[in-house]
């Protein structure tokens, strides 16, 4: 018996057919902060005083930055923002509603979220068709994407829909020695552009095959991701302690794990 809300089965049914929800934040203050530190960060690191449109700003950073330096900024934004005490609590707030819909409320997080800058006609910032699944992460883990920017047309992150992923599998052995290119064009007319505007957070099934191109809007995109799971759910290389740490541990499980069974000798 099933005693999900029909919201949740609404929300649950609709991430199983498509691998996905797109969604308005939970918590539009926690979006805008998280944009905000960004802006700050990166301002510092420019040494910029202030910025008066963070969207302006955002959008074309590639008029500051050359190529060359996108990289060395990309990880001190990174370093920046993971320094923040209060940065995967606003993380977690945007989609808190969601994950407890889909994953529970007793999740684990990535301890630093990760960052992508995709400049307009740069080919130095891909990331190739993959599954963070092939390459060892939990089946149990999904990811919260949230730009900080619209992203749309190929300045968006494109995913590989359930039912093609299960007939990519199912044919995989016949892509055996096919690099990432090749795979990607195997299933390039079936892969979908999701479209996500600031103020939206995307939670998808990182088990789908994923990726992006060659970003030829007009526009730089800035997004992040950060992995969420069940506390209790099995691990894959990526262990609890090392990469994932428990968030919101009731306290009945906290009892439980510090339980000791008196000695009879």
């Not at 802006?39 to 959008?59: M, Q, R, S």
Request: glycine share 4%; charged share 25%; with cysteine.
């Amino acid at each position: 018996m099933n005693f999900l809300t029909n919201e949740e089965l609404q929300l649950s049914n609709e991430y199983t057919r498509f691998g996905h929800i797109i969604r308005p934040a939970c918590n539009l203050s926690s979006i805008n902060y998280l944009r905000d530190s960004m802006v700050n960060v990166a301002c510092n690191i420019l040494g910029i005083e202030k910025v008066e449109d963070p969207d302006h700003f955002l959008n074309t950073i590639h008029e500051k930055i050359s190529v060359a330096d996108l990289n060395s900024f990309r990880l001190k934004v990174i370093q920046g923002i993971n320094s923040d005490e209060k940065f995967r609590f606003h993380y977690f707030q945007t989609a808190k509603e969601y994950l407890y819909s889909l994953v529970g409320n007793e999740l684990s997080m990535q301890l630093r979220v990760n960052l992508s800058i995709q400049f307009p006609n740069d080919n130095s910032s891909l990331l190739p068709v993959h599954s963070d699944t092939w390459s060892g992460d939990s089946p149990y883990e999904l990811v919260v994407w949230i730009p900080l920017v619209n992203c749309y047309g190929t300045k968006a992150m494109y995913l590989l829909l359930p039912d093609d992923s299960k007939k990519l599998i199912q044919d995989f052995k016949k892509l055996a020695g096919k690099n990432s290119e090749e795979l990607y064009q195997s299933i390039s007319k079936e892969v979908k552009f999701l479209e996500v505007k600031f103020g939206e957070v995307l939670v998808f099934d990182q088990g789908y095959p994923h990726g992006n191109i060659v970003n030829r809007e007009k526009e730089t995109r800035w997004s992040m991701n950060c992995r969420f799971k069940s506390v209790f759910t099995p691990y894959g290389d990526k262990k609890i302690g090392e990469f994932f740490e428990p968030i919101t541990l009731r306290t009945q499980s906290q009892i439980g794990m510090e339980y000791k069974f008196p000695s009879v000798k």
